[in-house]
């Protein structure tokens, strides 16, 4: 007893057995998950920036049925690549099911991940055992009145416990699997996957680094239309509407397409309703803050 004692004390002292300890402790690796549809604009540079982060790491590329470059991509970067259902929500899934991380964290493609993201995501819940995951402080990229808005905006919801799949969600794979996971439903698979990670215990909002997000989705709309459009979808989903009845609806509210290639030869009109190239639907994310749920913690670059 009094051996031990002394042990316990002299670790307590010693400076350097600290770090040798959280050294055993760190997580072998992160599982970067990637959905994909049409992303031969985007994902290159973010494959760029996870190729420049420190940490041990795996990527999945989940595509659910691209037609252009998007694989070619991936596997170009030397990451590994599945094939899934349409629908982010089916795509997630099948990538989860494969991946061999300790830590779960799921990118969308039009992400700008910046240096020490990973090491970040490590540092946080290492620290603290009783966080079970989190997100990233977002930033809409787009100098625009409402760009800035939306940046203020997310920041706000974020206080309350509310957050999207486009600010980066990390999650310990053993809480991921006792949630059941990311559900196959056609919309809304963050919202619900958020409400079941926050119900479940503390959650952390990394500051800095934060991810920057493009606001591509919202091209050559009006603000206004935009929002209109999230509270109808999110009040209906908060008084318990289908995933289904939402995508369909949402169809309504969505961008217009979003042309990834159009080549036309010259001397060839453009013909309404002709196909010209890959044609990718933007996604439309938000929520109406109409309850608190607990348990978030804000991390700083400080920790």
């Known amino acids: 007893m009094i051996l031990f004692i002394v042990i316990k004390v002299w670790r307590r002292r010693n400076p350097t057995e600290r770090p040798r300890l959280q050294a055993r402790q760190k997580f072998t690796m992160i599982s970067i998950i990637i959905p994909t549809l049409n992303e031969e604009r985007s994902l ?17 590329v989940v595509d659910g049925g691209s ?13 590994r690549t599945l094939p899934s259902p349409p629908g982010r929500g089916n795509g997630i899934c099948v990538a989860a099911k ?20 990973l090491n970040r995501i490590n540092e946080v819940l290492l620290a603290n055992p009783k966080i079970i995951g989190g997100n990233f402080r977002l930033i809409f990229d787009g100098d625009t009145p409402f760009s800035r808005w939306l940046t203020g905006f997310y920041a706000w919801i974020r206080s309350v416990g509310l957050y999207y799949g486009d600010s980066g ?11 059941g996971g990311f559900r196959s439903i056609p919309l809304m698979e963050d919202l619900d996957f958020v409400r079941r990670l926050e119900r479940f215990g503390r959650t952390c909002c990394i500051k800095d680094p934060p991810l920057i997000t493009s606001s591509r989705r919202f091209d050559r709309r009006h603000p206004l239309k935009i929002v209109y459009g999230w509270a109808k979808l999110h009040a209906l989903f908060w008084l318990g509407v289908s995933p289904d009845r939402l995508a369909e609806i949402y169809k309504t509210h969505a961008p217009l397409p979003e042309i990834e290639e159009a080549p036309i030869w010259p001397g060839k009109p453009f013909v309404k309703g002709e196909r010209h190239g890959s044609i990718k639907l933007g996604s439309l994310f938000l929520t109406l803050p109409t309850r608190v749920l607990t348990g978030q913690q804000v991390i700083s670059s400080a920790g």
């Open 44 to 60: 290159p540079s973010l494959l760029d920036a996870v190729c420049r982060q420190g940490l041990e790491y795996e990527v999945i």
């Open 67 to 79: 037609q252009d470059r998007t694989l070619e991509i991936a596997r170009g970067h030397g990451f």
């Open 98 to 117: 494969e991946a061999r991380g300790d830590v779960l964290f799921f990118l969308h493609a039009d992400s700008s991940l910046l240096p020490g993201a």
């Open 169 to 179: 969600i990390f999650v310990r794979r053993s809480v991921y699997e006792a949630l």
